[in-house]
């Protein structure tokens, strides 16, 4: 009997139990965010999100991927980052021993703060990572609230 050869991928068991758990809680509690990650996502990069004086600033590791292969949203105070890395094809006398980077789409959400300038949002990408910078708006109501009794 012959063995057919799989390639390994180290995330897919992990995403197939997620798949799993999350199918558990989205007949509790559906989400239309989770329901839409996981029917066109297969990988999550990296994010990192800082704030300064004047910015939100996010930080996604995308090595690898062109900036036409990403797209940037803001709906509804959610900024919606997705995109694709394509897999190298196999070339005649190319043997894998190892793939261990993941490929195909990803998607990522991340709940704005109010008090964001949306039509201010730049985005630039430089040795792999995308930046986005989000200003705040000048007319955050940032309000100090005085605790009677």
Not at 126 to 135: C, K, N, Q, Y
Request: glycine share 4%; net charge neutral.
């Amino acid at each position: 009997m012959k063995k057919e050869i799989q390639k390994m991928n180290p995330m897919s068991d992990l995403f197939d139990l997620r798949r799993e758990i999350d199918s558990i809680f989205d007949s509790r509690f559906p989400s239309s965010i989770f329901e839409r990650y996981l029917k066109d996502s297969s990988w999550m990069p990296a994010l990192d999100i800082e704030e300064t004086e004047k910015d939100f600033i996010a930080k996604i590791e995308l090595p690898g991927i062109k900036k036409e292969d990403i797209s940037l949203k803001v709906e509804n105070n959610i900024l919606t980052i997705q995109g694709e890395r394509k897999s190298e094809s196999e070339e005649n006398g190319k043997t894998y021993h190892r793939i261990e980077r993941s490929y195909g789409k990803f998607y990522r959400s991340i709940s704005l703060p109010k008090h964001i300038d949306e039509e201010g949002i730049k985005a630039s990408c430089e040795d792999g990572v995308l930046r986005i910078v989000m200003p705040k708006s000048k007319n955050s109501n940032k309000k100090t609230i005085q605790i009677d009794g």
